[in-house]
């Protein structure tokens, strides 16, 4: 063990090895302890610091380490280390390494920054770096590296840019090119030793292919799979699996041509798990119209209420009345398990219409003298509901349920047999739903991490304002999350209750910060006190 040192902290990569001699690191999380030069040992593990080449023989490593007084210089803060080694991660989380042997033994270290190339993500660049042929790396093509999930599939991808930056390469020594910058497939700028003034057809012709092409949607947002699972995964927190499937049957919807077919989605899970939120999430980063309808409040046309057409032209309305981006767009029918049990005969229009439109139906709409045909055929139609006797134990609610009454949903046939089984629609209903996709309960360390870092977050939304406004950081005690999810046990909540116990429990806190502006605090600390009692908290 490693004494009489200074506490340090330093990045944990992933290492993947794309040859003998060049290495890929992914950043995992900041861990802290203390070094010898060679291992680096925190709490429960030793982890070994990079070198040499041999240290690429493991699976992590440990690289960029400070000590705490180093940090407070690099940051000029206080002694506050937890917030100083997370802001210390938040500087290099978005930072890859691309690290190659030289001729030495020596490793050179070559930064990529994810934050400097979003001003290219939509374009890709070759040019000449110091006479040698290069590709800029955008996130692209780092989150097509990182979903590789064996060597061959690293080689093969790198060599396919290889072979690009080959062909650039000799475009260059025969036309004298120095830079090349392409956007969907089309040249946009390119830079030469000489003025051309006529662009090589035969050139342009091949060079399209060097661009890695993002597919459009109908509102001409280029869009990608990676970073839409990405930005769910921002604001929603577990179902993986679920989110996956989802951003895959929503990517391939909102790219398909008029004439192919889209799927429709069943999402089925407790209250409070998110089921909303990340197909809001989703909607955000496609930059769709997005309507959200309870599904038990609609009645028949032609009776006082909601109904599915006002639904469509307030879908419309969102498009700011573009009729095809509408069509285009998602309609989200909410507690759709009520439906399926409502006995009254008013109801029955009610579903009949929403599975035509799952079925891809033209819906006529005549309402405050606005007469139109809405198509469905390309809509993202997405039902959801608790659908709660399906559960084999005793239902669960989101934040207010546990674990040990999650339910378990083996595969979506089996899922659709049991909704089937318990009477809510029958096997020919939920023929015409393409697909389904459960959301199972959250575990504690789920609910602790959408309470820290979500962005729905009340909590880290006022951290980062406080720290923003008031240069103060907000500090939640283990026992403060722990308070707020005892609080939630056994009720029916979701984000938006959790969000208002976590903004009741903080403002006292705030206004004693407003009234006494003058008294330059630093740090605003909440404990279990708090939530039980808000007038109890730390502040100074």
Do not use: W
Request: some cysteine; aromatic content about 10%.
């Amino acid at each position: 063990m490693v004494t009489n040192k200074t506490y340090e902290y330093g990045i944990k990569y992933d290492v993947k090895k794309i040859d003998d001699e060049r290495f890929l690191l992914s950043p995992v999380s900041i861990e802290g302890g203390l070094s010898d030069g060679k291992i680096f040992s925190t709490e429960d593990r030793m982890i070994p610091i990079l070198n040499d080449k041999k240290d690429f023989k493991f699976n992590q490593v440990i690289d960029n380490i400070f000590t705490t007084e180093e940090l407070e210089k690099m940051y000029d803060y206080g002694e506050d280390t937890e917030f100083l080694s997370n802001y210390f991660y938040q500087d290099f989380q978005n930072i890859y390494y691309l690290v190659k042997v030289n001729e030495n033994g020596k490793l050179d270290k070559y930064e990529i920054d994810l934050e400097d190339y979003d001003n290219v993500l939509e374009t890709t660049v070759y040019q000449l770096n110091k006479g040698k042929p290069a590709l800029t790396i955008n996130r692209d093509i780092l989150n097509k590296l990182n979903q590789c999930e064996t060597i061959d599939e690293i080689k093969v991808l790198l060599l396919k840019y290889k072979t690009l930056i080959n062909r650039f390469n000799a475009y260059s020594k025969e036309k004298g090119i120095t830079r090349v910058q392409v956007k969907d497939g089309e040249i946009e700028s390119f830079d030469t030793k000489k003025v051309i003034v006529d662009q090589d057809k035969e050139i342009d012709k091949d060079i399209k292919i060097f661009n890695y092409e993002k597919k459009k949607n109908i509102n001409g947002r280029e869009i990608d799979y990676n970073e839409l699972v990405s930005a769910i995964k921002e604001k929603i927190v577990g179902h993986d699996e679920s989110i996956a499937a989802l951003a895959d049957i929503l990517y391939m919807n909102c790219t398909a041509a008029d004439d192919e077919e889209v799927e429709s989605i069943l999402i089925v899970g407790p209250t409070g798990t998110g089921k909303t939120a990340t197909v809001k999430a989703a909607c955000e980063y496609l930059r769709l119209p997005f309507v959200h309808v309870n599904t038990a409040n609609l009645v028949p046309a032609g009776i006082k209420g909601y109904t599915v057409e006002r639904a469509i032209k307030d879908l419309r309305d969102k498009a700011n009345g573009d009729l095809k981006l509408a069509q285009r767009g998602a309609i989200f029918f909410d507690e759709f398990d009520k439906l399926g049990r409502a006995s009254l005969d008013i109801k029955e229009p009610i579903k009949d219409i929403l599975l035509s439109i799952s079925d891809g139906a033209e819906i006529p709409v005549n309402l405050d003298d606005d007469d139109f045909i809405f198509d469905s055929r390309l809509t993202n139609r997405i039902y959801a509901g608790v659908f709660e006797e399906i559960y084999g134990k005793q239902k669960t609610m989101g934040f207010g349920g546990t674990v040990d009454a999650q339910a378990l949903f083996p595969s979506e046939d089996e899922l659709k047999r049991k909704i089937v089984e318990k009477k809510y629609y029958t096997s020919e209903d939920l023929d015409r739903i393409t697909r389904a996709l459960a959301f199972t309960e959250l575990t504690k360390d789920d609910k602790k991490k959408i309470l820290l870092t979500s962005k729905l977050s009340a909590y880290a939304k006022k951290r980062a304002r406080y720290l923003r406004q008031f240069g103060i950081d907000l500090v939640a005690s283990d026992d403060y999350i722990d308070a707020i999810i005892d609080q939630t046990t056994s009720f029916e909540v979701g984000m938006r209750s959790v969000n208002n116990i976590v903004k009741k429990s903080m403002s006292p806190a705030e206004i004693e910060i407003l009234k006494n502006k003058n008294n330059h605090y630093k740090k605003l600390v909440l404990t279990r006190d708090t939530v039980n009692d808000p007038n109890k908290f730390d502040l100074y």
